[in-house]
């Protein structure tokens, strides 16, 4: 099984829905972040957690919320999309320290119309 | 000016050539750096870090790092048309708090 899922991995919308992506990790760590990717701009940080009560904004975090439900469990909102969300999310975990290898999802391709 | 930059490419190499990725970071106070390879429609995985100045081998993949010039770059050595991917520099900054990706190099690996 895979160590982090993320559900759905596909979605279209329209503009105003509230959407919720998810994110499960089954290898322990306590730090777990929300990403975007849009072509040509790289990974973009939304939003990242250091543990179950620590939730931090990243570079782009208007317009989306999230909720750390458990150390393996961190879901990101997006309350009413609009087109320029429409990009492919990727959750991902980490184990901290100075070599703090990120281990992605699969990604959830969101498309708002 | 972006905190870690990277050429978007593509990159183009004959099979079996040393495939040569740079990238240069904004932060002098930066500790630890990251090499990520994405193939297209999939999630970015690890090839190697690095925190040392100086070179680390890993199979075909060498990471350079030279902090004062803040530069680090990922040679691949006999290139496979398997290699053909994007690839991501990425840099956890001072207290590692976060890591900052750049944008990513193309490579195309031709036959």
């Given at each position: 099984d895979a160590d982090v899922t993320q559900t759905p991995r596909n979605r279209i919308t329209k503009t105003g829905k509230r959407i919720m992506l998810e994110c499960s990790q089954t290898?322990?760590?306590d730090r777990m972040y929300w990403y975007r990717q849009d072509p040509g701009l790289g990974l973009q940080l939304i939003y990242y957690s250091f543990d179950v009560k620590d939730i931090n904004k990243g570079e782009i975090s208007d317009g989306y919320s999230v909720s750390r439900?458990?150390?393996a469990k961190f879901s990101l909102s997006l309350e009413s999309a609009i087109p320029n969300q429409t990009a492919l999310y990727f959750c991902a975990t980490g184990g901290g320290g100075i070599a703090d290898t990120q281990y992605f999802g699969p990604g959830t391709r969101l498309t708002v119309l | 000016q972006k905190e870690v930059e990277q050429n978007s490419g593509p990159l183009s190499v004959p099979e079996g050539a040393i495939a040569s990725l740079n990238c240069t970071y904004?932060?002098?106070?930066?500790?630890s750096f990251f090499w990520y390879r994405q193939y297209s429609g999939k999630s970015p995985e690890l090839i190697m870090f690095i925190y040392s100045n100086g070179d680390k081998e890993d199979g075909r993949f060498t990471a350079q790092l030279n902090k004062a010039s803040q530069y680090v770059s990922l040679l691949i050595r006999?290139?496979?048309?398997?290699?053909?991917a994007t690839y991501l520099c990425a840099v956890n900054g001072a207290g590692g708090f976060k890591t900052i990706f750049g944008a990513g190099t193309r490579l195309f690996v031709k036959a």
């Open positions: 290898k322990g760590h439900q458990a150390q | 904004s932060d002098r106070g930066s500790q006999d290139s496979q048309p398997s290699d053909s």
